[in-house]
T-cell receptor, first 114, second 116 residues
């Protein structure tokens, strides 16, 4: 089954404790992206990757890091989480980024930082 | 100029009624307008999309109406069903020549509830 998976689905952590949210897709997609969803703000892009070893900042990259060492994986790293990063996070992938292909979203990771 | 304004924030419709969600944009560089449907606990999923060279696109009970001159587009759900209860996001996309990628700007979402 073609899908985007994220782990963990739920995470409660404390300020400053480094964490990683994993994202994996099995569709051989080139383009992967991270979004955060906040009430009243919709989805905002954090980082995206056009292919292996090629990443770039989205609209709200502060406090986040990403890496793309393999085509299927695109982890999101919060090196020193703060309460304002409490949010619902989605990973998405699409076949390519140079034209409009459907974006497939993962099931989401709900992060709470206390 | 990068915003996509979506309304209403929430919508309650009787079963069998028509649900209408509206979006407006400013950036004329946008050239792809998808709508996403999100059920609780799930990620958004593409519902229907339109390019600005057509004024309407219909897929089953779902229709996008597009008004290029007014920079507005809307989603119409005909014969709304309780199973349509979800959050709907409009989006607009444009091609970034600096990175060679398409960028998506999402609306703030509309929570639809269809009463049985």
């Amino acid at each position: 089954e073609a899908q985007v998976t994220q782990n963990p689905r739920y995470l409660i952590t404390v300020t400053g404790k480094k964490l990683t949210v994993t994202c994996s897709q099995n569709m051989n997609h080139e383009y992967m992206s991270w979004y955060r969803q906040d009430p009243g703000l919709g989805l905002r892009q954090i980082y995206y990757s056009m292919n292996v070893e090629v990443t770039d900042k989205g609209d709200v990259p502060e406090g986040y890091k990403v890496s793309r060492k393999e085509k299927r994986n695109f982890p999101l790293i919060l090196e020193s989480p703060s309460p304002n990063q409490t949010s619902l996070y989605f990973c998405a992938s699409s076949l390519s980024s140079g034209t409009v292909y459907e974006q497939y979203f993962g099931p989401g990771t709900r992060l709470t930082v206390t | 100029q990068q915003q996509v304004k979506q309304s209403p924030q929430s919508l309650i419709v009787q079963k069998g009624g028509i649900s209408i969600i509206n979006c407006a944009y400013e950036n004329t560089a946008f050239d792809y307008f998808p709508w996403y449907q999100q059920f609780p606990g799930k990620g958004p999923a593409l519902l229907i999309a339109i390019r600005p060279d057509v004024s309407e696109k219909k897929e089953g009970r779902f229709t996008i109406s597009f008004n290029k001159s007014a920079k507005q587009f809307s989603l119409h759900i005909m014969d709304s069903q309780p199973g349509d209860s979800a959050t709907y996001f409009c989006a607009a996309s444009y091609y970034r020549t600096t990175s060679g990628t398409y960028k998506y700007i999402f609306g703030t979402g509309t929570r639809l509830k269809v009463l049985a």
